[in-house]
């Protein structure tokens, strides 16, 4: 479900203006150590839950889930996860797959290894043939400890020539390794600037690390 706003009547009316068309990126390193012990402890697969806990922190503050829908601002009820999977047998190829976020983790869960073997098993970019709105994109270097990374992305990403745009923070996750005893991750956001000023970036951080501090199934 997309809600418009009274754009007129928006408090960040002039600042969206301003800085429509700019995006930034921000690097944080995440400690995972906790959320590692939780879910290894269930036995639990990275990849799901790490994405659980990135959509989990996005529907917890609208102001991640704002867009522009056939012209109109606004924000979405719910995000889901769309994450990149790589293509069996086929090297390097890649399918961006969607699954449903639900609050309960353990439902979410299922369906992220059903959706995965699916994609896995895919031929084309976009599992269901185009970019799905209305999702908090996600992808992951697994094996690559990074300090930061920078990407260039256009709001109209998702639909482009459609006169629709996303403000959503596009997460990237790297490697895990340990540092003074601790678990430690890199997380990227690239913030839409429109959207997002540096107060969101570090919110969405502190929410992040709230979430993973707390993970339980």
């Known amino acids: 479900m997309f809600y418009t706003i009274d754009y007129e009547n928006w ?28 879910i290894h402890e269930k036995g639990y697969k ?3 839950s790490i994405c659980w806990c990135i959509a989990n ?6 102001d991640f889930r ?21 293509r069996k047998g086929e090297g390097h190829l890649f399918t961006h797959m969607v699954t449903n976020f639900d609050k309960d983790f353990n439902s979410f869960y299922k369906a992220f290894l059903e959706d995965k073997e699916k994609a896995e098993n895919g031929s084309t970019l976009y599992y ?11 992808t992951i270097l697994p094996n690559t400890a990074y300090a930061s990374i920078c990407y260039v992305r256009p709001a109209s990403f998702v639909n482009p020539g459609s006169g629709s745009e996303s403000y959503i923070p596009f997460i990237t996750v790297g490697k895990y390794q340990e540092r003074d ?3 430690k991750m890199s ?13 969101h970036a570090e919110k969405f951080f502190r929410m992040l690390q709230e979430n993973l501090d707390t993970f339980s199934a």
């Open 11 to 38: 408090e960040r009316k002039e600042i969206f203006e301003r800085f429509a068309g700019y995006t930034y990126n921000l690097t944080a390193e995440a400690d995972v150590t906790d959320f590692l012990g939780a």
């Open 187 to 199: 997380v990227t956001g690239n913030f839409n600037h429109a959207a997002n000023d540096g107060y």
């Open 128 to 138: 269901y043939g185009n970019p799905v709105p209305g999702c908090v994109d996600i």
């Open 66 to 86: 704002c867009a522009k829908v056939d012209g109109a601002i606004g924000y979405y009820e719910s995000l889901s996860p769309c994450y990149t999977l790589m």
């Open 181 to 183: 005893g601790r678990m």
């Open 57 to 62: 922190t996005v529907n917890s503050d609208v």
């Open 46 to 48: 990275f990849y799901p």
